[in-house]
């Protein structure tokens, strides 16, 4: 078993910036992806930012420029930074981890984390 534990969540004034933070634990696996999601209220979850084992990432339009990804593979740690906050940002922040078991690759998600954008 794998667990996605997310932290950093909170209130945020519109332009401030917030640094979600995200580590997968457990045995036996490596980290084939990790990714951040989000769904606002009445609202289907949408990716915002993911980085495979490779470092490659990519992002959703509405955060491109905004928001960057990283990783510390030491730690499987992934990290989100977001700038510029808006409104439009708030929603239940998501972790998601594609854990490489050898043969089989398996998704695992955190409890999420709420992101609140206001004044």
């Known amino acids: 078993q794998v667990q996605v534990v997310e932290s950093g969540g909170g209130l945020v004034q519109p332009g401030g910036s917030l640094r979600l933070s995200c580590t997968a634990s457990g045995n036996g696996f490596s980290i084939y992806a990790m990714a951040w999601y989000r769904q606002a209220p009445e609202k289907q979850r949408e990716l915002v930012a993911r980085?495979?084992?490779?470092?490659?990432?990519n992002y959703a339009d509405s955060v491109k420029g905004r928001a960057t990804i990283s990783r510390d593979n030491a730690k499987n740690t992934v990290y989100l930074q977001m700038n510029s906050l808006k409104p439009e940002d708030t929603a239940v922040y998501y972790c998601?981890?594609?854990?490489?078991?050898?043969?089989?690759?398996?998704?695992?998600w955190g409890q999420g984390t709420q992101v609140t954008v206001s004044s």
């Open positions: 980085i495979t084992n490779g470092g490659a990432t």
């Open positions: 998601h981890c594609a854990a490489d078991f050898g043969r089989i690759i398996k998704p695992y």
